[in-house]
């Protein structure tokens, strides 16, 4: 009932940029918050920053200053500038919405595809 088309994704080198997106849509009445999460390989899936209806956002402590977190809610789009990357920061990026769907109003976690990171010189 709700989609997530994840993109901006690719390679980068230390110290460059990178803008994701993540437009949702379907049967959505409202969205009450949006994340992004990263999975590196052999570690578990991590929250990176999240944004809830009213602005408030949240951010992992090894991210804070580097990355923002934004949302656009006319398109239902998430967004998560990446600056300064590091190695580190070398993941897939996934996408989670917390939507309220049309009908029952029935709120519904949707996760995105997924969308490969990589920072390497």
């Known amino acids: 009932q709700v989609q997530l088309v994840e993109s901006g994704g690719g390679l980068v080198q230390p110290g460059g940029s990178l803008r994701l997106s993540c437009a949702a849509s379907?049967?959505?009445?409202?969205?009450?918050?949006m994340g992004w999460y990263r999975q590196a390989p052999g570690k578990e899936r991590e929250l990176v920053a999240a944004?809830?209806?009213?602005?408030?956002?949240n951010y992992s402590g090894s991210v804070k200053g580097r990355f923002t977190i934004s949302r656009d809610n006319s398109k239902n789009t998430v967004y998560l500038q990446m600056n300064s990357l590091k190695p580190e920061d070398t993941a897939v990026y996934y996408c989670?919405?917390?939507?309220?769907?049309?009908?029952?109003?029935?709120?519904?976690?949707?996760w995105g595809q997924g969308t490969l990171v990589t920072v390497s010189s």
């Open positions: 989670n919405v917390e939507a309220v769907l049309l009908w029952s109003y029935r709120s519904l976690e949707v």
């Open positions: 379907g049967s959505i009445f409202s969205i009450n918050a």
């Open positions: 944004i809830t209806s009213g602005a408030t956002t």
